[in-house]
């Protein structure tokens, strides 16, 4: 597998899982109707943010993508913040840890001094795992903040770790 900078070429290969993952409504905040013209401008960052894809290494597939961006504005804009998306088709296949821990590694290469992700679905349990294993924790669960269309409210968690 190999990391790389997404490229506007590389948007036809991302949109069908994101858009599968977002109109699913169990893991993103994002609306479940989210069209393609704004999911492109959600996800496909200019500095100082950043959007790579993890591709297969052979056939050049892309298997998830992730962006990261100053996660506040101004005096808060050392901490980093990152989002993740995982072909459905390639779960298990370590692509959400590789990406994860490229992130990471960014992060810490800007200096930034930590990273905070928003709004981790309490009930997403691979996710809030995964994170845990990357060195995150739970600083705060916002109680039934998020609508999950089968088990209806649940918390959504604020995760952060020092870098």
């Not at 790389?4 to 109109?23: N, S, Y």
Request: hydrophobic share 45%; charged share 15%.
């Amino acid at each position: 597998m190999l990391i790389r900078e997404a490229t506007g070429a590389d948007w036809p290969a991302i949109w069908p899982f994101l858009h599968t993952i977002v109109a699913a409504g169990e893991t993103y905040t994002y609306p479940r109707d989210l069209g393609e013209e704004q999911a492109r401008s959600i996800w496909m960052l200019s500095a100082p943010g950043r959007t790579v894809v993890a591709v297969d290494g052979t056939t050049g597939a892309v298997l998830g993508s992730a962006k990261m961006n100053p996660n506040h504005m101004g005096p808060a804009s050392h901490v980093a913040g990152a989002s993740f998306m995982v072909d459905p088709a390639c779960a298990g296949r370590g692509v959400g840890r590789a990406l994860g821990e490229h992130v990471l590694a960014w992060a810490r290469a800007e200096g930034y001094r930590a990273m905070q992700f928003n709004a981790v679905v309490e009930s997403n349990t691979g996710a809030v795992a995964l994170w845990k294993s990357l060195g995150f924790e739970v600083m705060a669960t916002l109680p039934e903040a998020f609508r999950h269309p089968t088990l209806g409210y649940v918390g959504l968690h604020v995760m952060y770790q020092r870098l």
